[in-house]
Nanobody
Framework: QVSLVESGGGSVEAGGSLTLSCAAS????????MAWFRQNPGKEREGVAN????????YYADSVKGRFTIAQDNAKNTLYLQMTNLKPEDTAMYYC??????????????????WGQGTQVTVSS
């Protein structure tokens, strides 16, 4: 059974940094793509970054480009999201997602079948 468990969220001041982790287990060898999403109450889930696991090709939302970095550690079956220069508008619940196949659009929630429970990131001004 596939399990995605996020960690690393917390509260930081604007300009600070956080690194989120997503530990994957159960059938992870079938994953082709993984991604990070975020969501605030009453709003749609927003794609933040995605990576093609076989080649390490990454893709970012314009709102985080240059500040966030998605990375994978295949030996640990772990996905990371390094977040720097955080802004109050980055405040959200952050979710890890995965899919066996290559789906498009890369940052659409509909492209992913497996989801974690989320980790909260709060950025104060």
């Amino acid at each position: 059974q596939v399990s995605l468990v996020e960690s690393g969220g917390g509260s930081v001041e604007a300009g600070g940094s956080l690194t989120l982790s997503c530990a994957a287990s159960g059938g992870t060898s079938s994953f082709s793509i993984m991604a990070w999403f975020r969501q605030n109450p009453g709003k749609e889930r927003e794609g933040v970054a995605n990576i093609y696991l076989a080649i390490g090709d990454s893709y970012y939302a314009d709102s985080v480009k240059g500040r966030f970095t998605i990375a994978q550690d295949n030996a640990k079956n772990t996905l990371y999201l390094q977040m720097t220069n955080l802004k109050p508008e980055d405040t959200a619940m952050y979710y890890c997602a995965a899919n066996p196949g290559l789906s498009y659009p890369r940052l659409s929630p509909h492209s992913y079948n497996f989801w974690g429970q989320g980790t909260q990131v709060t950025v104060s001004s």
